[in-house]
């Protein structure tokens, strides 16, 4: 088993930076496919990004494309979602997951077995 605990997020404003972490706790942090997600007011959670064990490869949403970047530190227990160029639309609780998927990531919530409590991102205009 594995917590989950995010970090950085706040407020900022439109085409601002923001850096969040994921510290992971228990055993065998390389072992989890790891993914960020977020939810906005009154909507679904939505897929943001995702990273291989390894770290060698990652996607995201095309909505974020080029403007985050997920990494992770194996050796640290922590995964990271850089977030460039944000705009309001970027307003969410953002959520890391991690997962014991057999494919080399998921895009989708069912795909991730624990999950963190929430950071909210605010971007203002």
């Known amino acids: 088993q594995v917590q989950l605990v995010e970090s950085g997020g706040g407020q900022v404003q439109a085409g601002g930076s923001l850096r969040l972490s994921c510290a992971a706790s228990?055993?065998?942090?390389?072992?989890?496919?790891m993914g960020w997600f977020r939810q906005a007011p009154g909507k679904e959670r939505e897929f943001v990004a995702a990273?291989?064990?390894?770290?060698?490869?990652?996607d995201s949403a095309a909505s974020v494309k080029g403007r985050f970047t997920i990494s992770r530190d194996n050796a640290k227990n922590t995964a990271y979602l850089q977030m460039n160029s944000l705009k309001p639309e970027d307003t969410a609780v953002y959520y890391c997951?991690?997962?014991?998927?057999?494919?080399?990531?998921?895009?989708?919530?069912?795909?991730?077995?624990?999950w963190g409590q929430g950071t909210q991102v605010s971007v203002s205009s």
């Open positions: 990273i291989t064990r390894s770290g060698g490869s990652t």
């Open positions: 228990g055993r065998s942090f390389s072992s989890y496919v």
């Open positions: 997951a991690a997962g014991q998927t057999a494919w080399s990531y998921s895009y989708t919530v069912g795909g991730y077995n624990y």
